[in-house]
C-alpha cells in the first residue's frame, strides 16, 4: 500500500501561483511513476502531468504545457506540482496518483494509489 497526502490547495487570483505537494508514505516512493490529475465540477478527472521514476522525464496536458511544472525528490518521498500563470479554468481538485508500471501513462485508469485532492480555486 502506498498513501499519497496532497497539500498546498487554496484560492488565488489569475496569473497567481500556487505549488502543491504530495507526500508519500508506506511502499518505496521511488519504484512508482507519479501522475497529477484534477477533476473539475461536472467533468471527468484529466491528466495534468507524470514524471517517471528518476523524474529524468516528464510528460504535461497540453492546456497546461510551459505553465506547470512537475517534479519529485526521491529522498522526501515527495512530487510537486508547480502551477504559474494560472487561469480560472485550472480551478479543480487536484490529485496526485502512483503507478507501479514504469511507463507513464496519461489516463487515470491505470494508477494504483490516489491521494484524497486537494482544491484548487482560481478567480478571475
Known amino acids: 500500500q502506498v498513501q499519497l497526502v496532497e497539500s498546498g490547495g487554496g484560492l488565488v487570483q489569475a496569473g497567481g501561483s500556487l505549488r502543491l505537494s504530495c507526500a508519500a508514505s508506506g511502499r518505496t516512493f521511488s519504484n512508482y511513476v507519479m501522475g497529477w490529475f484534477r477533476q473539475a465540477p461536472g467533468k471527468e478527472r484529466e491528466f495534468v502531468a507524470v514524471i517517471t521514476r528518476s523524474g529524468t522525464n516528464t510528460f504535461y496536458a497540453d492546456s497546461v504545457k510551459g505553465r506547470f511544472t512537475i517534479s519529485r525528490d526521491n529522498a522526501k518521498n515527495t512530487v510537486y506540482l508547480q502551477m504559474d500563470s494560472l487561469k480560472p479554468e485550472d480551478t479543480a481538485v487536484y490529485y496526485c496518483?502512483?503507478?507501479?508500471?514504469?511507463?507513464?501513462?496519461?489516463?487515470?485508469?491505470?494508477?494504483?494509489?490516489w491521494g484524497q485532492g486537494t482544491q484548487v480555486t482560481v478567480s478571475s
Open positions: 496518483a502512483a503507478d507501479a508500471s514504469p511507463i507513464p501513462r496519461l489516463t487515470a485508469g491505470p494508477y494504483d494509489y
